[in-house]
């Protein structure tokens, strides 16, 4: 038996799925769902603003609700559902957007997904893991010229990507720190997305400073994801990965901050949009907390993945949004990624649906950011990206619309993470809160890595803030204005 076939036969705990069972079945009932979105009546102008207030009140709605949210097509009433999307938005987020990079650790995998350029058939694709000098390279890059402080590490299904190397790669970005003019650059909050593990891995994930861990269920139709993932592989197994979200939120792994999301194109988004919404109700109601973010990525080309082209449920740019906008009204809490597979015109109108989170600068070859590559290296990355912007760029471009870029990361450092993130976001509290983070960090990286234009562009938008926080919050100005002027002068990673 090879290393990997026996690495693979070890991997999924039985009883860590069987447990959340329900008489034998998991929370995804195909039939019911399609029987929902089959028989909701297309609801009156005055039975949709019904549901909008739920929505505005931050409350999930109900898989009944959200059945009739899409059966609606009327212009005028898709459009007050958009202004509501960007209101709870708003409301909940402020007008933050938060950005990360993807760092991409090794292409090594065990699985055959017919998506995706890394499937184990695909002979052309370089395989590569990185090494620990590479990936000190790499955050360098990363933390020390572009300025990230946020990045969503990604990971293959491979023994030689286990939870050991995982754990491993964490402690070396954390541990690098880039002398700045004035200060130091880092990586202050890495998110996982990696691929389901047992209860066990996951508490050493957080022993070692894990922001989110996402785990994305790519389809949530049982017969389409037994088609696309192949019998024997371990990805093939359904329950082990809609449960790893379940599992990661046990008490004693001390996770609290997970990430959901579908690939969008696999199967029909009608039924995709309600499996998000069972799978955050389940979490609410089994672990006391929904997802701290979903994720949209929409199937890109990939070398030797011919499924990408093939699949009858591609989904147009006009459903797409109406894909993000729904899952803003349905599970309005929620934190909401629309990654750089999209083109720079879908994403500056995606945060009108209702988007907070977003990358920029992003590489996906393994070990692009420190080879300086400004080609994308189709043999050793998993697919084609859509939006090439520079983070700068990007900064400036919201800066111009009204937007901040958030580079805070204090969360998961001072507490605001699970139940007491989501109290402050369903009370509307955390946009608040959080602006004033949001400041410091926006000035801190405007101060360490802005170009002329950027910077003069973004503090205009700062000095907006710092009026608006001066106006509505007058008891914490002094201490906030403190932290500023100290960050002015060249403190970092200073957070309320
Ligand atoms: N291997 C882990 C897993 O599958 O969970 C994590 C890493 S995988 C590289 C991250 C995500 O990339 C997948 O969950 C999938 O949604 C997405 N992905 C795969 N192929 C894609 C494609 N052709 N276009 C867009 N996204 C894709
Ligand atoms: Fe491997 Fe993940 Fe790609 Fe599937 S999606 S082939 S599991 S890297």
Not at 152 to 165: N, R, S
Not at 196 to 215: I, N, S, W
Request: with cysteine; proline share 3%.
């Amino acid at each position: 038996m090879s290393v990997e076939t026996a690495w693979v036969t070890t991997r999924i705990k039985q009883n860590q799925i069987d447990k959340y069972l329900e008489n034998g079945r998991d929370f995804i009932n195909d039939e019911a769902i399609w029987d929902r979105i089959n028989t909701a009546g297309v609801p009156s102008a005055a039975r949709v603003r019904e549901i909008l207030a739920k929505s505005l009140e931050i409350k999930t709605l109900s898989p009944g609700e959200l059945a009739e949210l899409i059966r609606v097509s009327d212009p005028d009433i898709l459009e007050e559902m958009r202004a509501a999307a960007l209101k709870i938005k708003l409301k909940v987020y402020d007008n933050r957007i938060v950005t990360f990079a993807p760092l991409y650790m090794g292409n090594y995998c065990v699985n055959n997904c017919a998506y995706c350029g890394f499937k184990y058939e695909n002979i052309t694709q370089k395989r590569r893991v990185l090494s620990t000098d590479e990936i000190r390279r790499e955050t360098e890059s990363l933390a020390g010229k572009i300025g990230h402080k946020r990045i969503v590490a990604v990971y293959g299904e491979h023994p030689l990507t286990g939870i050991d190397y995982i754990a491993g790669s964490m402690r070396t970005i954390y541990d690098v720190k880039v002398p700045l003019e004035k200060g130091f650059g880092n990586i202050r909050r890495i998110n996982v997305n990696a691929a389901p593990m047992a209860t066990e891995e996951l508490k050493h994930l957080h022993d070692v400073g894990l922001g989110t861990y996402q785990v994305f269920q790519e389809t949530y139709h049982h017969e389409t994801y037994a088609k696309l993932h192949p019998g024997g592989t371990l990805k093939s197994d359904y329950r082990w990965r809609l449960y790893a979200m379940h599992r990661a939120m046990e008490p004693e792994t001390g996770i609290d901050d997970v990430g959901i999301g579908v690939l969008f194109g696999l199967y029909d988004w009608r039924f995709e949009v309600m499996a998000l919404l069972h799978h955050a109700i389940d979490l609410e109601s089994k672990m006391g907390i929904g997802p701290h973010t979903v994720s949209f990525p929409r199937l890109e080309p990939a070398l030797n993945a011919p499924y990408v082209f093939q699949s009858p449920y591609r989904v147009s740019d006009r459903d797409f949004l109406k894909v993000i906008m729904l899952i803003r009204l349905a599970i309005p809490y929620t934190g909401m990624i629309v990654t750089a597979r999209e083109t720079a015109d879908i994403r500056r109108e995606a945060v009108y649906y209702g988007v907070t989170q977003m990358d920029a600068s992003s590489k996906l070859g393994i070990g692009s950011y420190s080879e300086d590559s400004e080609t994308q290296q189709q043999d050793r990355q998993q697919f084609i990206l859509g939006d090439t912007r520079g983070l700068d760029e990007l900064v400036r471009d919201f800066a111009k619309a009204g937007f901040i870029t958030s580079f805070c990361t204090a969360g998961y450092r001072c507490g605001r993470t699970g139940k007491c993130i989501m109290d402050l976001l369903r009370s509307g509290k955390e946009g608040k809160f959080c602006k004033l983070n949001a400041v410091l960090t926006f000035q801190e990286w405007l101060d360490d890595f802005a170009t002329d234009e950027t910077r003069e562009i973004g503090m205009k938008v700062l000095e907006k803030e710092i009026a608006e926080i001066r106006e509505k919050n007058p008891q914490g100005f002094r201490a906030f204005y403190g932290f500023l002027e100290r960050v002015r002068k060249g403190e970092r990673d200073l957070f309320l």
